[in-house]
């Protein structure tokens, strides 16, 4: 079976900075994967066509079945409120997806800590202290009825900001034991190993970096899991023709 979880960057090549919705069907194909957690994911925004991304990577997939958790409703960088779930249909919006090829028992939605007010921040780029409003973060859990058995997955993406991200962190461990085991938890963490793991109690499935992708030197893409039956075939980061980072690709199988 394999898994994967890719921070698509909305679709958007790094070197021409254009969204190609081809490029993005391609890239799912080449991930080929039974499971796929994405992050940066659009809906109805005029940047990436108006396209709705997470129905286009399921029949990319060929998902039989598919997910998109909205973090917030409008444009990141412009005007947007966080996300309730209970938006029309048509707003546009940005989140996180789920999709599997496997049937799914059972969807969640978990809605997880937010610094409340505007801070300010030394950011690498552009290289100075800015004015932060930290968008809202949220957690996708599915329980997939899998050929390794009945199995809860999550997907994330947790805050940019040292130690905020830990709090969601712990936050999200402590929901995800109310979900059945085995778990697996994928997602762009925007945290480096091994602190990822001994905070959630899980163990990495990869170790690998995936970010930037032109040249690899950290890794904020993780895939973890509390099972201490999978086995992992390979493990592999391909260079895609969209977004500033790597997917995260694993092979699982039990002995």
């Given at each position: 079976?394999?898994?994967?979880?890719?921070?698509?960057?909305?679709?958007?090549?790094?070197?021409?900075?254009?969204?190609?919705?081809?490029?993005?069907?391609?890239?799912?194909?080449?991930?080929?994967?039974?499971?796929?957690?994405?992050?940066?994911?659009?809906?109805?925004?005029?940047?990436?066509?108006?396209?709705?991304?997470?129905?286009?990577?399921?029949?990319?997939?060929?998902?039989?079945?598919?997910?998109?958790?909205?973090?917030?409703?409008?444009?990141?960088?412009?005007?947007?409120?966080a996300a309730t779930g209970r938006e029309q249909p048509g707003t546009a919006a940005y989140g996180i997806a789920l999709l599997s090829r496997y049937p799914v028992r059972s969807w969640q939605v978990l809605r997880l800590p937010r610094?409340?007010?505007?801070?300010?921040?030394?950011?690498?780029?552009?290289g100075k202290v800015v004015m932060v409003n930290e968008e809202p973060r949220a957690a996708v859990v599915a329980?997939?009825?899998?050929?390794?058995?009945?199995?809860?997955?999550?997907?994330?993406?947790?805050?940019?900001?040292?130690?905020?991200?830990r709090v969601q962190l712990r936050h999200l461990a402590r929901d995800l034991r109310g979900f059945g085991p085995p778990r697996v938890l994928m997602g762009d963490l925007n945290m480096t190993p091994p602190r990822t793991g001994r905070w959630l109690g899980m163990r990495a499935l990869c170790a690998a970096p995936?970010?930037?992708?032109?040249?690899?030197?950290?890794?904020?893409?993780?895939?973890?899991?509390d099972d201490p039956t999978l086995t992992v075939a390979e493990c592999h980061t391909p260079r895609l023709p969209v977004s500033d980072h790597r997917p995260l690709v694993v092979d699982v199988s039990r002995p």
């Open positions: 079976m394999r898994i994967a979880t890719f921070n698509i960057l909305h679709g958007r090549s790094v070197h021409d900075g254009a969204v190609e919705l081809d490029r993005l069907e391609e890239s799912v194909r080449r991930i080929d994967a039974d499971v796929l957690a994405l992050q940066e994911v659009d809906c109805d925004q005029p940047r990436s066509a108006m396209a709705d991304l997470t129905a286009l990577a399921a029949e990319a997939m060929g998902a039989v079945t598919h997910r998109f958790v909205a973090a917030i409703a409008g444009t990141p960088g412009a005007t947007w409120m610094i409340p007010t505007t801070f300010p921040m030394y950011l690498r780029e552009p329980q997939l009825d899998t050929p390794l058995g009945l199995m809860t997955v999550a997907n994330t993406h947790l805050s940019f900001v040292p130690g905020w991200n995936t970010f930037p992708a032109d040249d690899p030197q950290r890794q904020l893409d993780h895939i973890l899991t």
